[in-house]
């Protein structure tokens, strides 16, 4: 099914406003990914292309660069939402349960919610059976966190045509594929609707720090200016912010202070709510039902 | 043709001295892209390239993200465009008017000016048939606004070297996509001649954010600085400063481009640079009615009627590059050079 036949335009000045409870203004949704890189691929990104640019395989550099993520990065994670108070939803390749135990356990005792996001880290376009990752994905979650996440990620946010119906029929509620709104939309799928919730790719250190080549300082700006400017919105209409982090990325000394700076802002306001993914589902869904 | 038959080289300080109504030095004009993304087909533009690198098909998250534009970004834009009662040029792609009727209708309301941008976003020298195509993108804008359009802008300012020929043949009277001077000229077709009019690549939001990677507020900077320039050298004879920007970039935190956007959902920079720069009502001189007036809200007047130097260009002997500018121009408050940055900069 393409995108249009799955959900039609809708301009969101035309909507009835949602609101969130005790006034709040705005949700802020965090999110942590954690990604297996396998040595025999490609690497998913980059640091340090090889020299002349080729691809090479192994990759051992950038293998490693990733690898730094989980050995030291996460951790400075853990210790920044544990003295907030925060619980991010995790984006979990399923095969990171398995491959950095130490990792996942920490994010289970800290009661983050899981998201599915795949098996592994490559495109979903180039898994041969998706039906069946995708219950692998989801099973090793569910016995490893002892409950079933309701919540997908693609990896990369690649989706085939089909993947939201093979994503609803294994009992998945929402996606964070979909970063065409900033509120939880309603899309189609052959196994009933689906809901996405505004993920994003602009408050997010891959497209920024990747691909946009932006200074380390530049995260805290531009989470503040679209926090200002999304709590302003957020007295006539219920906002969600969602920041997408990498601990191979922000998990980086010369990056986690600004990390760290973007909650400091946040948190000086009143009418803020952080709430993880199944939160924001809930929330959603009692809303709409509403008459 | 080739572009060295279309029109010789002039330098712009060896031109007969081109005047705007009432004295005004710079006539400045937004044009707002709206598009449509094809999901069938390779995005135009990326955010996010996969894992390992390469192109995938289909690519919901590009997708996604452009579609953020058209649902959420662009009435940010117009929220800033509606308080400094600016009628921006609207070039959208023809199918763009149907799929997202809502915004072609609040463009329609205001009064803005409606340009052909190709009939999908796709480049011209991919479609099928180029006439074709620019056919179905007039007609689109006449069965919607009651007037056939009089400019054309490419997507992603691609032409064949028959497209000014075909859009001359077409109806079409000015074209955006050569960005070779800081005034209106005339490019030789097979028939008659058409204007081009000057657009931007550089106080653009896909350039500047999207391949260029700048952050946010550099757009404000952008184009604070080409305003300041353009308006010392329209000392000399008068000049035009264009602002090019999407609702998928402007309508974000930045001005990805404006709205980049990029950054994610404050038009700040965007709204500073079409704004700031004549919000000062000190700087206000005369009353001509297309100046900005001293109230608070720096409200601004706009000409009620077309200023139809689209007409009067058209009508001279070919040979002569002369200006032109654009039906739904508004003319810069005069205000002195400098002033703008004093105070007003970040």
């Excluded at chain 1, 090793?140 to 093979?166: C, I, K, N, Q, S």
């Excluded at chain 1, 602009?202 to 990747?210: A, F, G, K, S």
């Excluded at chain 2, 602002?243 to 309508?251: K, N, Q, R």
């Amino acid at each position: 099914m393409i995108p249009r036949e799955r959900c039609t335009y809708s301009a969101i000045v035309d909507r009835p406003p949602l609101k969130l409870p005790n006034q709040a203004r705005i949700v802020v949704w965090t999110i942590v990914n954690l990604e297996f890189w396998s040595i025999s691929r490609a690497m998913a990104r980059q640091v340090l292309p090889a020299p002349t640019g080729v691809v090479l395989v192994p990759d051992v550099p950038n293998w490693s660069w990733h690898e730094y993520g989980m050995r030291v990065g996460v951790w400075r994670f853990f210790d920044l939402f544990a003295r907030l108070g925060i619980r991010p939803t995790l984006s979990i390749n399923a095969r990171v349960c398995r491959e950095y135990r130490r990792v996942a356990r920490a994010a289970r005792e800290a009661g983050w919610e899981f998201m599915g996001h795949a098996w592994e880290q490559m495109p979903i376009h180039k898994v041969d059976d998706q039906a069946e990752m995708i219950t692998r994905s989801l099973d090793t979650l569910a016995r490893f966190a002892g409950t079933r996440p309701v919540g997908w990620l693609g990896p990369g946010l690649t989706e085939t045509y089909e993947t939201p119906d093979l994503l609803a029929a294994a009992g998945i509620r929402y996606i964070g594929d979909w970063v065409y709104d900033d509120e939880p939309t309603e899309i189609r799928t052959t196994y009933g609707p689906l809901i996405t919730l505004p993920y994003s790719v602009e408050l997010n250190d891959i497209p920024m720090m990747l691909v946009q080549h932006h200074e380390s300082a530049y995260f805290t700006q531009r989470c503040i200016d679209s926090f200002e400017r999304l709590y302003s919105e957020g007295a006539e209409r219920a906002k969600i912010m969602a920041i997408a982090i990498h601990p191979y990325i922000s998990g980086q000394p010369h990056r986690i202070k600004y990390l760290e700076a973007v909650y400091e802002y946040i948190n000086r306001h009143d009418g803020v709510l952080h709430w993880n993914g199944v939160e924001i589902l809930d929330w959603y869904l009692a809303a709409k039902a509403e008459p | 043709m080739l572009p060295s038959e279309r029109l010789g080289f002039s330098p712009i300080g060896q031109r007969t001295k081109l005047e705007l109504p009432d004295g005004a030095r710079l006539a400045v004009w937004v044009i707002v892209n709206v598009e449509e993304w094809d999901p069938t087909q390779p995005m135009p533009r990326t955010v996010l390239t996969p894992p390992a690198g390469g192109a995938t098909m289909p690519d919901i998250p590009n997708w996604a993200w452009h579609e953020y534009g058209n649902r959420v970004g662009y009435w940010r834009m117009l929220e800033v465009l509606d308080h400094f009662r600016i009628r921006a040029v609207l070039a959208i792609n023809g199918s763009a008017i149907q799929r997202y009727g809502p915004i072609a209708r609040a463009a329609l309301e205001r009064g803005w000016e409606f340009i052909g941008h190709g009939f999908s976003q796709r480049s011209m020298q991919k479609v099928a048939d180029e006439r074709d195509d620019i056919c179905r993108t007039a007609a689109a804008i006449r069965d919607f606004t009651g007037r056939p359009p009089r400019g054309w802008l490419g997507p992603g300012l691609t032409e064949t070297w028959e497209t000014p020929d075909l859009l001359v043949e077409e109806g079409f009277e000015y074209v955006c996509d050569w960005v070779l001077d800081d005034q209106p000229v005339r490019l030789k077709t097979r028939t008659r001649p058409i204007v081009n009019l000057p657009y931007t690549q550089e106080c653009n939001d896909v350039a500047m954010m999207l391949i260029q990677h700048h952050k946010a507020s550099e757009y404000y900077d952008l184009a604070i600085d080409q305003f300041e320039q353009l308006y010392h050298d329209a000392a000399q004879s008068a000049r035009f400063h264009g602002i090019g920007g999407a609702p998928l970039h402007h309508g974000r935190a930045a001005s990805a481009p404006i709205f980049s956007r990029r950054a994610r959902p404050h038009p700040r920079p965007f709204e500073r640079a079409v704004l700031d720069r004549r919000r000062n009502p000190r700087l206000v001189r005369g009353a001509a009615e297309n100046r900005v007036r001293a109230s608070p809200a720096h409200s601004f007047e706009l000409r009620s009627e077309p200023a139809g130097l689209v007409d009067k260009v058209a009508q001279r002997p070919a040979g002569k590059e002369t200006p032109a500018i654009v039906e739904n121009n508004f003319v810069a408050p005069v205000v002195e050079v400098g002033a703008v940055s004093r105070g007003m900069r970040r």
